[in-house]
């Protein structure tokens, strides 16, 4: 479990700033000892050789932070697009056993399914934060197929309506699955040491460019240095889809329960009206 899932515990706000505020402080700070304790005059004639070297350092950086940026964001929105799959596939399964004609067996099903859909609401969800498996949640839903496989059609109308009900449940099992496996979706930590060491380079290199004006030199290399933090705050944000303030929530699941709510609420005002 990477360093960065730890981080995401931290409040959104808080962690911004602490990053922020750490960047500012390595490129600010270090500029201002470097400038103390170096002579700058030594500097001076080799400044368009160290600007050139921290154009190409810089620009190198800047493309791997790129191309960090973009495999985050790319993995979120995939795993997002399969979560939203995966929902729309619960919700027409739901639909399927909601209107399929009132028998024992659909109405069992309908509990067992309801139990599994809040299992992924009350347990998977929060145990995927957390980067835990859900073993009840994954029992709940074994027994959704075991309860289908039990339905006895009785006309060939009904048998397509079944049909279309293991559809939707393999489709449901197959979405699962790969929300399952993007679980542990993250940066590999070997690739967090290029992030960290072009970082500090890309610092040092600009600690060496002469500029003559004290202050300036400090605040330029700050702001470098809370660009920096930002970016990475960016990236640790995105790296994990399931923790974190942008961490995906089953959305769909929550609307089935208000879709059963609905449905009980327009079955007693027209058992009240009858009466």
């Known amino acids: 479990m990477a360093i960065t899932y730890y981080m995401l515990q931290i409040p959104t706000l808080l962690l911004f700033i602490l990053l922020f505020s750490f960047g500012a402080l390595i490129g600010g700070l270090g500029t201002f000892l470097f400038r103390k304790y170096v002579n700058v005059k030594i500097l001076r004639s080799h400044n368009e050789v160290t600007g050139f070297l921290f154009l190409v350092l810089a620009s190198f950086y800047s493309l791997l932070l790129s191309f960090v940026v973009y495999m985050v964001w790319g993995q979120l929105n995939e795993t997002k697009s399969n979560v939203n799959k995966e929902g729309s596939s619960a919700m027409g399964l739901y639909r399927d056993i909601k209107y399929y004609p009132d028998t024992i067996e659909s109405k069992q099903l309908m509990i067992v399914y309801?139990?599994?859909?809040?299992?992924?609401?009350?347990?998977?969800?929060?145990?995927?934060?957390?980067?835990?498996?859900?073993?009840?949640?994954?029992?709940?839903?074994?027994?959704?197929?075991?309860?289908?496989?039990?339905?006895?059609?009785?006309?060939?109308?009904?048998?397509?309506?079944?049909?279309?009900?293991?559809?939707?449940?393999?489709?449901?099992?197959?979405?699962?699955?790969?929300?399952?496996?993007?679980?542990?979706?993250?940066?590999?930590?070997?690739?967090?040491?290029?992030?960290?060491?072009?970082?500090?380079?890309?610092?040092?290199?600009?600690?060496?460019?002469?500029?003559?004006?004290?202050?300036?030199?400090?605040?330029?290399?700050?702001?470098?240095?809370?660009?920096?933090?930002?970016?990475?705050?960016?990236?640790?944000?995105?790296?994990?889809?399931?923790?974190?303030?942008?961490?995906?929530?089953?959305?769909?699941?929550?609307?089935?329960?208000?879709?059963?709510?609905?449905?009980?609420?327009?079955?007693?005002?027209?058992?009240?009206?009858?009466?």
């Open 114 to 275: 309801l139990d599994f859909a809040f299992n992924v609401i009350d347990e998977e969800f929060p145990n995927m934060e957390r980067m835990k498996p859900s073993r009840k949640t994954t029992e709940s839903f074994n027994r959704v197929f075991i309860k289908m496989e039990n339905l006895n059609p009785k006309n060939p109308f009904q048998i397509q309506l079944v049909s279309e009900m293991f559809n939707h449940l393999n489709q449901l099992a197959t979405y699962r699955g790969l929300r399952s496996t993007s679980m542990e979706t993250e940066i590999p930590p070997p690739l967090w040491f290029p992030i960290i060491l072009g970082g500090i380079i890309t610092l040092i290199c600009a600690m060496l460019m002469d500029i003559e004006h004290h202050i300036m030199h400090i605040t330029l290399n700050a702001l470098l240095g809370t660009f920096i933090g930002m970016i990475l705050f960016i990236i640790i944000m995105l790296d994990h889809p399931y923790s974190g303030r942008l961490g995906i929530e089953p959305k769909s699941y929550m609307e089935i329960f208000t879709m059963e709510k609905w449905a009980k609420e327009v079955h007693s005002d027209k058992t009240f009206q009858l009466k």
